[in-house]
């Protein structure tokens, strides 16, 4: 499974995407499913920018949009279980999949210490995760990381 953006989708925020070659060149050796949270749990795209503060998902115009973070992140968790990936690729910093830093909430691109809702309940249930910045530290992502 890996986040649909990294992947040249256009499902970012702002309706782009932000592919990664390192990410594209897996499609040639794993069967890949791309997925995105946002939409999963019901947003648009293009959406309001989104992050976590307090616990909670705001958008930019102090919207609590936390139950479709919730929501897409319990759809990406069926997925996972439908399709039993051996390695979930998450775009990093995000407020869904970000896994070590999300922006801090005040949106002045100031990030911390922290991990998105969907990036949560997928390690919660024991999935191996990385973003696309791990991919340089390892050869090939099935091999390398064992769940």
């Given at each position: 499974m890996i986040?649909?953006?990294?992947?040249?989708?256009?499902?970012?925020?702002?309706?782009?995407?932000?592919?990664?070659?390192?990410?594209?060149?897996?499609?040639?050796?794993f069967i890949?499913?791309?997925?995105?949270?946002?939409?999963?749990?019901?947003?648009?795209?293009p959406r309001p920018?989104?992050?976590?503060?307090?616990?909670?998902?705001?958008?930019?115009?102090?919207?609590d949009v936390t139950e479709n973070f919730k929501r897409g992140a319990k759809i990406s968790l069926e997925i996972a279980k439908i399709t039993d990936p051996c390695v979930i690729i998450l775009k990093s910093k995000s407020p869904s999949c970000?896994?070590?830093?999300?922006?801090?909430?005040?949106?002045?691109?100031?990030?911390v210490n922290g991990i998105g809702v969907t990036a949560?309940?997928?390690?919660?249930?024991?999935?191996?995760?990385?973003?696309?910045e791990d991919l340089s530290n390892v050869s090939t992502p099935c091999e390398d990381l064992h769940r």
């Open positions: 986040s649909a953006c990294l992947l040249g989708l256009p499902t970012r925020y702002d309706g782009k995407s932000k592919p990664d070659e390192r990410v594209l060149k897996l499609s040639k050796d890949i499913v791309p997925f995105c949270p946002e939409q999963l749990g019901g947003l648009p795209t920018r989104s992050e976590i503060r307090d616990g909670k998902v705001i958008n930019e115009f102090g919207e970000g896994l070590r830093n999300v922006y801090d909430g005040t949106f002045s691109g100031k990030l949560s309940a997928l390690r919660d249930h024991g999935y191996r995760l990385i973003t696309e």
